[in-house]
């Protein structure tokens, strides 16, 4: 008797530096699941309530995070990463051993890591999600070209890239993911993710909606500053608060409503209902904002280069209206983003997502 042919069995793991790695693994994880494949899931913490929330049925892995944590200033940021190095480093080298050990255990049959540096296996086909090809310094661009050289020499042991943005110059991410030399490996664009829709949903006059996530301290010195000026703000607002699986709570008035995380569903609609988006400039983020063509106003992480980077670049196409934690005033920020010339580009790229997945589904053959 003939052995049943089974589905090709794909483990998807994404970074836990915030949640935009796992928020942007949705589509991919759907995507995959239309097209017949038996998908597990890796990660803890916030990534692995995110993903249980959305895919309950899924098998899921304990993987330990890099479990970053940074400063309360800018500087202390960019030391608190440096002094991590070994850190991460080690936890690295961890995850590649502990993959070696699940392949074997559970048969897969490739594997798709966002931003995760470890999980590249010699026998089986291992993607490496990354919008950043180039990585920002504030020490100048001789840095830079090192740091990329490193970024390469780690990504170069998977068997391709995949990058969450288009070629040409309507892109979302700039020079980070165009850089001027690329890996040796492949590198595929396969458009702007986002897990949302739009569903024409009417937009509540000056509703706002406040989005915090991101390592502590600074997800929580931002909420701070927000709550003490939302309380004084004349119209509606909605704070998540990016903490799924808390349960540390802070009540909501008939003005001001709190949630400690929202399911996709909801998050999309209470996103659609918003005149304004108050959130940080992570690029998952902004990748969701232009997918429903919402009005920003993003506050990149102080020390975080990339989203330094992704602000000014963005602020500079107009596609949202940014400004710095240090100077933030909600009633300020608003009147400006009043002011301001959005220009949300159009991005059709859901067609570049399925014939990559359908590419990897049949080398697996």
Request: charged share 20%.
């Given at each position: ?28 994880i759907s995507e995959l699941q239309r097209q017949g494949t038996d998908v597990w899931l890796a990660g803890e913490s916030f990534q692995k309530e995110l993903l249980q929330q959305e895919f309950p049925d899924l098998p899921f892995l304990p ?303």
């Open positions: 008797m003939e052995k049943p042919v089974r589905k090709p069995r794909i483990l998807v793991a994404p970074l836990d530096w915030g949640l935009g790695h796992a928020t942007r693994c949705i589509p991919i993987l330990e995070g890099y479990r970053v944590k940074y400063a309360r200033t800018g500087i202390g940021v960019l030391l608190s990463i440096f002094r991590q190095t070994q850190k991460i480093l080690s936890a690295i080298k961890k995850e590649n051993k502990w993959l070696k050990k699940i392949v074997a255990e559970h048969e897969l049959d490739a594997v798709i890591s966002d931003n995760r540096y470890g999980l590249h296996h010699p026998d089986i086909p291992c993607v490496f999600i990354t919008h950043q090809l180039t990585i920002k310094s504030p020490l100048g661009k001789w840095t830079e070209k090192i740091v990329q050289k490193k970024n390469y020499q780690y990504i170069n042991q998977f068997t391709e890239c995949w990058v969450p943005d288009v070629e040409g110059d309507n892109n979302l991410a700039g020079i980070l993911s165009h850089p001027q030399k690329k890996t040796v490996v492949p590198v595929y664009y396969i458009g702007s993710l986002s897990r949302f829709r739009i569903t024409n949903e009417p937009v509540k006059n000056n509703h706002l909606l406040i989005i915090l996530s991101g390592p502590e301290p600074q997800r929580s010195i931002l909420e701070n500053k927000i709550i003490q000026q939302v309380a004084h703000y004349p119209s509606t607002a909605t704070i998540v608060r990016g903490l799924p699986g808390s349960h540390s709570l802070i009540p909501s008035s008939g003005m001001i409503k709190f949630y400690n995380h929202l399911p996709a569903g909801e998050l999309n609609k209470e996103m659609e209902q918003a005149e304004y988006i108050i959130s940080r400039s992570g690029y998952s983020t902004v990748m969701d904002l232009v997918k429903l063509k919402k009005k920003s106003i993003l506050i990149p992480t102080p020390g975080q280069t990339e989203q330094e980077y992704l602000a000014d670049y963005l602020s500079k196409k107009q596609i949202a209206f940014c400004v710095q934690q240090k100077d933030f005033s909600l009633t300020a920020s608003i009147k400006n983003a009043s002011q301001f010339s959005y220009q949300l580009p159009s991005l059709n790229s859901g067609q570049l997502l399925e014939p990559t997945i359908s590419r990897l589904i049949s080398s697996l053959h």
